[in-house]
């Protein structure tokens, strides 16, 4: 039997689409399409996507799915195109499914703690109207502002609050997903605790929508601290500032974050702050501890830094903050950021820190780098020039042998960004060909078809 023509499927596809769903929730002009085919890596796989579904609710995204696994047409879940590893790229022919516009916050429970959210709730919004209830949503990636609850739990999204908070994991309970057939599926619970059967939440958050699409998410929130306490230190030197975090985890100190920005990416923000040192490490502390912990942390930072100021005003701290939350912003207004977020045991942080400026100095590429400096967390940024119409090869050597470094220090290629589509080509070589073989089964357990954000993550 003779395979029908792809422009065949494409029409009857778009046709079955038009037919069931709500007139307003499909785009097919070409003009509106080509936004959808990035994301904030600037990565394009070729060409435009076919169309783009704008799902409000659950029942959007099982017709759209239903009518995809059918025929085999690709579908690339996307909340707000913030991701940096290309994982909400859409190459020819895929379909966008766009869950933004699901988002509302369905419940918020002071009494439990927890909330129940639609994927397209901005991160930000969230940790507002839990604050309202003396509550907050302990995930802070630098993007909240813009990011969608989605998309961090698609990327398993770490942050600024991940040094004592954890990842976007700890905070997810339950999760409610459509699988590639349309099939609605349920995980988890509203309690912190549970072990009946296989954790399908803690599998599908950071899965990339390559497994399932979540379509809600009950979500656990935290009392807000009732004190927060926040160091600035400039350092002479890079490794310096990093060998003085490693000091704080030694102590015994837990901090809320512990950031670390270097010279380059201080200067790109504001000159005035590159003229105070040749790196900045923030350090917060929060509870009814908060004071008392700032102090050590302060002592300990003192014989390595330049100076060391320490602020309880959430106004001042906010404005300290700052500097680490327009540091991308900062970056991308200087060229194209190729983003990296390799992770090291904290232990080996400094010497990271050395030999990623040794590779730079190698390939003639230049490499601004931040860490959450808590959790060995690293973010080597190489800027090229924004009118290539492709990375040049020293980027992607420099990259090469940063991600061959995390490996060889114990580390992993991506602490909170996820694999995507820029960094595939490395993945089997921290999983290992046992581990790698084992995933792929699970991606074919759950999407046979292969039709959820492929070639993507594995």
């Avoid at 994301?39 to 070729?46: A, K, M």
């Avoid at 030694?250 to 010279?263: C, M, N, Q, S, T």
């Avoid at 002592?299 to 680490?324: G, Q």
């Amino acid at each position: 039997m003779t395979a029908a023509p792809e422009t065949t499927v494409s029409a009857r596809f778009l046709g079955l689409l038009a037919r069931d769903l709500p007139p307003d929730r499909l785009t097919t002009d070409p003009a509106a399409l080509s936004p959808y085919a990035t994301d904030r890596s600037g990565t394009r796989p070729g060409g435009e996507p076919l169309a783009v579904v704008h799902a409000r609710r659950t029942e959007d995204v099982t017709v759209t799915l239903r009518h995809a696994h059918a025929l085999a047409v690709p579908v690339v879940p996307r909340g707000a195109g913030t991701g940096l590893s290309g994982g909400a790229t859409a190459s020819e022919g895929s379909l966008v499914l766009d869950l933004s516009g699901m988002d509302r916050i369905l419940e918020l429970s002071a009494d439990d703690q927890l909330a129940v959210v639609e994927p397209g709730v901005i991160t930000a919004e969230l940790d507002r109207a839990a604050g309202e209830q003396g509550l907050r949503y302990a995930p802070d990636p630098a993007s909240a502002a813009l990011s969608t609850i989605g998309g961090n739990i698609a990327t398993n999204a770490g942050g600024l609050r991940c040094a004592k908070y954890g990842v976007t994991r700890d905070s997810v309970l339950g999760l409610e997903a459509v699988l590639a057939d349309g099939t609605v599926l349920g995980t988890g619970r509203r309690t912190v605790k549970g072990v009946t059967g296989y954790d399908l939440t803690a599998l599908l958050t950071g899965s990339e929508g390559t497994l399932a699409v979540i379509t809600s998410a009950t979500l656990r929130l935290r009392p807000v601290p009732v004190a927060t306490a926040t160091i600035a230190a400039y350092f002479p030197t890079f490794e310096a500032a990093a060998e003085a975090s490693y000091a704080i985890g030694r102590a015994g100190v837990v901090p809320a974050l512990a950031e670390l920005v270097d010279g380059p990416v201080l200067g790109a923000i504001d000159p005035a702050l590159r003229g105070r040192g040749a790196a900045l490490l923030l350090v917060q502390c929060d509870g009814a501890g908060a004071a008392a912990e700032a102090a050590v942390v302060a002592r300990l930072l003192t014989p390595f830094a330049s100076t060391v100021e320490t602020t309880e005003d959430p106004a001042e701290a906010d404005a300290l903050l700052a500097a680490r939350r327009l540091a991308l912003p900062a970056l991308e207004r200087l060229g194209r950021p190729l983003i990296e977020d390799i992770a090291v045991p904290r232990s080996r942080l400094a010497e990271a820190v050395r030999e990623i400026r040794a590779i730079s100095v190698r390939h003639d590429v230049p490499v601004y780098t931040l860490a959450h400096a808590a959790d060995g967390n690293l973010h080597p940024i190489i800027i090229v020039d924004p009118a290539l119409d492709r990375l040049p090869d020293a980027a992607w050597e420099a990259a090469g042998e940063i991600f061959a470094l995390a490996l060889r220090l114990g580390g992993t290629l991506t602490g909170e960004h996820g694999v995507g589509l820029l960094k595939r080509q490395w993945v089997a070589d921290e999983l290992g060909p046992a581990a790698h073989a084992v995933q792929r089964r699970v991606k074919e357990a759950f999407d046979p078809r292969g039709i959820l954000n492929p070639g993507k993550a594995l």
